[in-house]
């Protein structure tokens, strides 16, 4: 069974700082997806990728596939980004379809 | 605005009781899903529909049982539940199945069992 494990838990930052979160992730996969959930539950899809990088607005998403680790960057870091932030990949093979998610990043923006 | 609506968001009920948790989506996709999340647990996948047949049971107690009428449809009903199935039950579509189509998710439904 893939595991896919993230760092750090929990996350407090200054409002304006740069924050990185990290996945990494034990077998091959073919796309990796970064969500956000706030308070209330609802999640929202982030980031959907399979290689390098990608952009938008202050956030940005980055995979190596060969190292098996994603890390999803925030610049210019707001109070509105205040939510857990969740990995979570799509193994090959039988059941690729399935999810398999991280235990998620909580992180916590102070103004 | 996510286009995946469930009802209702919040739900305490008995261990004795029959309720039914209900996902319906706008965005034309042929996929559904049923997720279960703990506290401190990692997103837990239950059910998976593709064009209203059921591809996937995770191995989910047959006191949850789910129900897919149509490929914008997607019912979860519960009886006799445990107070250990408290916990958010969020709903999610994509447009087929694959790694390659992005999930959309629900706002969750908050159920709680006493």
């Known amino acids: 069974k893939n595991e896919v494990e993230q760092s750090p838990q929990n996350l407090t930052a200054q409002e304006g700082e740069f924050i990185t979160i990290n996945c990494s992730y034990s077998v091959g996969i073919s796309a990796l997806h970064w969500l956000q959930q706030h308070p209330g539950g609802g999640i929202v899809s982030l980031f959907m990728l399979s290689s390098g990088k990608k952009k938008h607005g202050r956030l940005i998403a980055t995979i190596n596939i060969q190292e098996k680790h994603s890390s999803l960057h925030i610049t210019a870091s707001h109070p509105r980004d205040s939510a857990v932030y969740i990995c979570?990949?799509?193994?090959?093979?039988?059941?690729?379809?399935?999810?398999?998610f991280g235990k998620g990043t909580k992180l916590s923006v102070i103004p | 605005e996510t286009g995946v609506t469930q009802t209702p968001r919040h739900l305490v009920m008995g261990m004795t009781n029959k309720k039914s948790l209900k996902c319906e989506q706008h965005?034309?996709?042929?996929?559904m899903y049923w997720y279960k999340q703990s506290a401190k647990k990692p997103l837990e996948l239950m059910f998976v529909?593709?064009?209203?047949?059921?591809?996937e049971n995770n191995s989910v107690p047959s006191r949850f049982s789910p129900e897919c009428p149509n490929s914008s449809h997607l019912f979860l009903h519960l009886h006799t539940l445990q107070p250990e199935d408290s916990a958010l039950y969020l709903c999610a579509s994509s447009q087929d199945l694959g790694g390659s189509y992005e999930q959309y998710f629900g706002p969750g439904t908050r159920l709680t069992v006493t």
């Open positions: 979570a990949v799509t193994t090959v093979g039988a059941g690729s379809y399935q999810l398999t």
């Open positions: 965005l034309g996709h042929n996929a």
């Open positions: 529909y593709n064009f209203k047949e059921q591809t």
